[in-house]
């Protein structure tokens, strides 16, 4: 792309859903320091760089600015560059993936997603709104890109094709809704409330991103590439000692991340949050255990 732009004056990045933590500037140091590496080895003058760090706007960006510190000591150079947090866009990031839960899900019992045993239009009726709102993110995406711009997606997907049911890479959200279940058994949350609650989330797979990308016709692919997802197993006491977590702890804290502003929207005062992610890490320990 530098190529390409014959090593403009100025380049912006923008992270879509920088979150409040220092992850963002894992990445955005990665890609400052490969400009300053292509601009020395071609004696060209580096550019001034804005880093927009974009979300939702009631995100903790007052968190995020603490880590200026972690970003600088990341640079490997001296490239002139400017952090900004800017809040919302014209589609709200971060819920772009499915905006809302898809409608016509059945609410018989308590399943925060597709599973084995869910119905073929539980899954029709998440697949058709990731198409939707994939398509809609997509169209929005290419108005703000400027000419041979280029655009980095992250997301969980799954490697299964045979069998449209089976979630290869969900069980995290099979345990998220055994521990709704517990707290259901247990007086806690009424079962109305979790049988409603469905996380607004699809776990496509290449070829789907890839038939939805092509049919938009905004963009094309340069490059895809699939990896392992490890959310967090820590298994051994040395791999616990450098985790800092006892079993079952890191995974369930790693889901918290994901879904508690979901769970707190939803079941507002309803809901204990420390107590249903407890009942997770339990459950992940029982699992570790067998």
């Not at 933590?21 to 400052?32: A, P, V």
């Not at 993936?97 to 899954?123: N, R």
């Not at 959310?231 to 702890?249: D, I, M, T």
Request: with cysteine; aromatic share 10%; charged share 25%.
């Amino acid at each position: 792309m530098m190529t390409n732009l014959d090593f403009p004056e100025c380049i912006k990045l923008t992270d879509l859903g920088c979150s409040s933590g220092q992850n963002t500037f894992l990445f955005m140091s990665e890609i400052i320091n490969t400009i300053s590496m292509l601009c020395q080895e071609r004696n060209q003058n580096p550019p001034d760089i804005d880093c927009c760090l974009n979300d939702l706007p009631g995100n903790d960006f007052n968190t995020t600015f603490k880590f200026i510190s972690f970003f600088n000591e990341k640079l490997t150079s001296k490239t002139p560059c400017f952090v900004s947090g800017v809040p919302g866009t014209k589609l709200m990031t971060m819920e772009f993936w499915s905006c809302k839960v898809p409608e016509g899900l059945e609410k018989k019992k308590i399943s925060v997603y597709i599973t084995s045993s869910s119905s073929q239009s539980d899954y029709k009726a998440y697949k058709n709104q990731f198409q939707k709102d994939f398509t809609t993110f997509l169209r929005m995406r290419s108005e703000e890109m400027i000419s041979n711009g280029r655009m980095v997606l992250t997301l969980i997907g799954r490697k299964t094709l045979d069998d449209p049911l089976y979630r290869d890479c969900c069980h995290f959200m099979t345990l998220l809704s055994d521990s709704l279940r517990d707290l259901v058994f247990e007086g806690l949350v009424s079962a109305s409330k979790a049988n409603s609650f469905k996380m607004p989330y699809y776990d496509p797979t290449d070829e789907e991103v890839n038939e939805i990308i092509k049919n938009e016709g905004s963009f094309q692919i340069n490059d895809l590439e699939t990896h392992a997802f490890d959310l967090g197993h820590c298994k051994g006491e040395s791999s616990l000692q450098s985790c800092g977590a006892k079993p079952g702890e890191k995974e369930a804290n790693c889901m918290r991340a994901v879904s508690e502003k979901m769970l707190v929207a939803h079941f507002q005062d309803a809901i204990n949050i420390d107590t249903m992610f407890q009942k997770y890490a339990q459950l992940l320990d029982k699992l570790e255990v067998t």
